[in-house]
Every structure is written in structure tokens, then in C-alpha cells.
């Protein structure tokens, strides 16, 4: 049951490999030394509309099915995967947009992103986005070229900085930002130190290590200087009203409240949650109210049928080895159920995953050593 590339397949993948060894291969190990992002490399690749592989072309994108996207990104690969990746992030940035976006959301960031500009999203409030809350993590385009930070790391730390949050991971960033120089450093969260999600070590340690903590305090707006840098965060009151769905005490503004604090780094640690792409894109995957996946404990099995998760997505934020453990269950739970059904007269494992395609059958093609590469569209 061979099936073979398309002509128009075939001729995409040729380009994508050309550029690949003309483009990227040469400069590997100078890049993987020098640690910088090959931004000329991807400008190139922008202008070949070699990025946004599965953008509607009505938004600016290449308007590409999956399967073809997935021979595309492998042929990339190949070379350097570490590219691909990136080029992938962008359509799952970019797809974000497009299920919960507005048309006018849609055709602003598209328009932004799809020629080859980048940014990075946080907070909703008023004043921050771009480089207000201090970590400088994007690069826009000048003229024909880009802007980017001239650092491995692209942080600035000030002399007065605030952590929003009250996790464990918020207590990390304090104490990061007091060791690399600040000053003054602020824990603020919306309720009390009884209410914090973070583990009572974590907490004592950040004190320990002078971090104030500036409880029942909310932030309403990061206020910038004329250029972009922040200067202020503006904040209320808060006290504890009524539990709410998780079982805390919901936080409620006080009236006429409302202060300015000197601050001029703002971190951001206010918690994760799946990415909802997933949901709004698998009919019949049963997921958690909070979005994440229903699974089951031991073998990783969803709703769905040769859908399997573990991690986060389905625990919400744990640690890396319970999630390690969970991959390690659903890798044996496929084993077991690939074999079953090939023992049962289903036929070879391929023929089974096949069977799974959504739409067109997906084209294979033989690689080194005559593999078979697969990019099935699952259900």
C-alpha cells in the first residue's frame, strides 16, 4: 500500500532540502559556537515562504494541508531540527490566534508575524506588553533587517523589581532577581500568605533571603516611560471576600485603594494552563474544566482512540519526573495495544496507524536505509 509524494510535494521538499544545504548547513557549527539567532537565515527563509506552512493564504500564510507541512518540516530536520522547531512555533502561535481571535485579532497579528516580524504576549492589563515589563524577548524588523538584544540572555534586571504571583515559580524568579542584582525585590499577589499556592519552604526561603512580600495587593496597570521601560506599577487593595471554585478565599478590591509602586522590572509568574488548540481541534478528546486532558492514570489513554497524554497537560503543573513517568506508561500502554491488535489479525503496526488517518491517506516515502517516515493526521 505504497503511496508516494505529489509532484507539488515533491518539488517542496527538494527546495526546503536546497535551501537546508545551501543555507543552514554550512553555518551549524559556527551557530551551535557562537549561540546567535541566524536571523539572516530565516529572513530568507520568510521571503521563500518557507514559515507559516499551514496559515490559511487568505491571512498571508502558505495555505498548506498537515501531511505536507510534516514532510516539510522533516526534510528541515534532517539538517538542523532546531529550525524546524521554529518554524513550527510560529503556526502554533499563529493557530492560537486564529480559533479564539476576532477577524480584526486575526488580520493584525497575521500581519505582524506572517512577513516576518515576532513577538512575545503576556499580561491583558494596561501598559505592558513590548519591553515595559522589562524582559526584552522580542525582536521586530528595521527595514530589511531586525533588532534583537545584544545578550545570551535577554533579561534586564533593575534595582527595584516585582514579582506578580504567588507559586512556587514566582519564588524562584525573586530570588533569581535578588542574586543577579536587584536591590529591592517584591512578591506581589492579589491574597494572603495563607492563600499562596506556593509550598511553605519555598516562601520561607525567599524571605530568608530578603524578598518583601506585598500581599492583598493586585496590580492594575504597569505604567512605561516615554520609552517603553517601565517605571511604575499601579495596584490596589485587596480583601478576602467569599471561597471561590478552588476553595480560597476570593480577593476583592478595595475602594479608593488604588498606589503607585517604584519599580522598574516586572516579572510575570501567574500560573499555565494547556494549550486549548488541542481541545478545539480533536473532536472527542475529553478534557477537565481547567482545560486539561482526561487520561488515564496508568496507561495514558484519552477518549479518544490511539490518543494518549501525560504531564501537565494532564495533571496541570507538576514535575518533570512524574511527567517523565507518565510518558514512560503511555510508551508501554501503545506497545501493548499496537501488539494486541496486530496479534488479533488487524494486520502490520503500519497498516494499523494508517487505518486512523483522518481524510486522504498520508503519503510515505522511504529514508535512510529504505524507513518508512509517517505523518498520519490522527483523529
Given at each position: 500500500?505504497?503511496?508516494?509524494?505529489?509532484?507539488?510535494?515533491?518539488?517542496?521538499?527538494?527546495?526546503?532540502?536546497?535551501?537546508?544545504?545551501?543555507?543552514?548547513?554550512?553555518?551549524?557549527?559556527?551557530?551551535?559556537?557562537?549561540?546567535?539567532?541566524?536571523?539572516?537565515?530565516?529572513?530568507?527563509?520568510?521571503?521563500?515562504?518557507?514559515?507559516?506552512?499551514?496559515?490559511?493564504?487568505e491571512y498571508g500564510g502558505s495555505g498548506l494541508d498537515h501531511t505536507t507541512m510534516g514532510?516539510?518540516?522533516?526534510?528541515?530536520?534532517?539538517?538542523?531540527?532546531?529550525?524546524?522547531?521554529?518554524?513550527?512555533?510560529?503556526?502554533?502561535?499563529?493557530?492560537?490566534?486564529?480559533?479564539g481571535g476576532n477577524e480584526e485579532q486575526k488580520r493584525r497579528i497575521c500581519d505582524i508575524i506572517v512577513p516576518g516580524g515576532f513577538g512575545s504576549f503576556c499580561l491583558t492589563e494596561p501598559g505592558n506588553g513590548s519591553d515595559s515589563v522589562?524582559?526584552?524577548?522580542?525582536?521586530?524588523?528595521?527595514?530589511?533587517?531586525?533588532?534583537?538584544?545584544?545578550?545570551?540572555?535577554p533579561v534586564r534586571?533593575?534595582?527595584?523589581?516585582?514579582?506578580?504571583?504567588?507559586?512556587?515559580?514566582?519564588?524562584?524568579?525573586?530570588?533569581?532577581?535578588?542574586?543577579?542584582?536587584?536591590?529591592?525585590?517584591?512578591?506581589v499577589y492579589r491574597r494572603g500568605e495563607a492563600e499562596m499556592p506556593a509550598r511553605a519552604e519555598e516562601v520561607q526561603h525567599a524571605k530568608e533571603e530578603g524578598i518583601v512580600f506585598k500581599l492583598l495587593c493586585a496590580p492594575v496597570e504597569i505604567v512605561g516611560d516615554e520609552e517603553g521601560n517601565v517605571k511604575q506599577m499601579r495596584c490596589v487593595e485587596m480583601e478576602l471576600g467569599e471561597p471561590d471554585a478552588s476553595?480560597?478565599?476570593?480577593?476583592?478590591?478595595?475602594?479608593?485603594?488604588?498606589?503607585?509602586?517604584?519599580?522598574?522590572?516586572?516579572?510575570?509568574?501567574?500560573?499555565?494552563?494547556?494549550?486549548?488548540?488541542?481541545?478545539?481541534?480533536?473532536?472527542?478528546?475529553?478534557?477537565?474544566?481547567?482545560?486539561?486532558?482526561?487520561?488515564?492514570?496508568?496507561?495514558?489513554?484519552?477518549s479518544k482512540e490511539w490518543v494518549y497524554a501525560g504531564g501537565d497537560a494532564v495533571t496541570g503543573a507538576a514535575t518533570v519526573i512524574l511527567a517523565m513517568g507518565a510518558g514512560k506508561k503511555a510508551a508501554a500502554a501503545i506497545h501493548r495495544d499496537l501488539q494486541k491488535r496486530s496479534r488479533a489479525g488487524h494486520g502490520d503496526l503500519t497498516a494499523i496507524l494508517l487505518r486512523h488517518v483522518d481524510g486522504p491517506r498520508a503519503p510515505r516515502c522511504p529514508g535512510p536505509s529504505g524507513a518508512v517516515r509517517l505523518y498520519p493526521e490522527l483523529r
Open positions: 500500500m505504497g503511496i508516494v509524494l505529489t509532484e507539488d510535494q515533491a518539488e517542496l521538499k527538494r527546495l526546503i532540502g536546497a535551501f537546508m544545504e545551501g543555507e543552514v548547513k554550512p553555518r551549524l557549527r559556527e551557530l551551535d559556537a557562537s549561540g546567535e539567532f541566524p536571523v539572516d537565515i530565516y529572513k530568507k527563509a520568510f521571503e521563500l515562504g518557507f514559515h507559516c506552512l499551514d496559515i490559511p493564504e514532510f516539510l518540516l522533516e526534510e528541515m530536520g534532517y539538517t538542523d531540527p532546531g529550525f524546524a522547531i521554529t518554524i513550527l512555533c510560529t503556526s502554533l502561535a499563529l493557530k492560537c490566534v486564529l480559533i522589562a524582559m526584552r524577548t522580542t525582536y521586530r524588523r528595521d527595514g530589511d533587517s531586525y533588532t534583537f538584544p545584544k545578550a545570551d540572555t534586571v533593575g534595582r527595584r523589581a516585582a514579582v506578580i504571583g504567588g507559586g512556587n515559580v514566582a519564588m524562584d524568579a525573586a530570588r533569581c532577581a535578588k542574586r543577579l542584582g536587584a536591590e529591592d525585590v517584591y512578591i476553595g480560597r478565599r476570593r480577593p476583592v478590591p478595595k475602594t479608593g485603594s488604588e498606589s503607585l509602586m517604584d519599580v522598574d522590572t516586572v516579572v510575570v509568574a501567574i500560573g499555565n494552563r494547556p494549550d486549548p488548540l488541542i481541545k478545539e481541534t480533536t473532536p472527542g478528546l475529553k478534557t477537565q474544566k481547567w482545560g486539561g486532558i482526561v487520561a488515564d492514570e496508568e496507561t495514558g489513554r484519552t
